[in-house]
């Protein structure tokens, strides 16, 4: 679980297309999702995560997305 604090983000699932994070946005990534989140490309943004304990879970970290696929976030 993702909570937008300040700043403004994006969050976006593989193949689904990227959602915006503001301060009190709440955003459910459920398990073995694979995502990335970070800040929008014009603001900073400052987050909490939280991850809920569950069965066959757990937080696997990716490689970067670079800033040529940054650059072709879908909106």
């Given at each position: ?30 398990a073995n999702t694979k995502h990335w989140h970070g800040a929008a490309k014009d603001s ?32």
């Open positions: 679980m993702l909570v937008g604090v300040a700043g403004r983000g994006r969050n976006q699932e593989e193949g689904k297309c990227a959602v915006e994070i503001l301060p009190g946005t709440v955003i459910h990534i459920h900073w943004f400052a987050h909490l995560a939280f991850e809920v304990p569950g069965e066959n879970t757990s937080t696997e970290w990716l490689k970067s997305v670079s800033d040529n696929e940054y650059s072709k976030l879908s909106k």
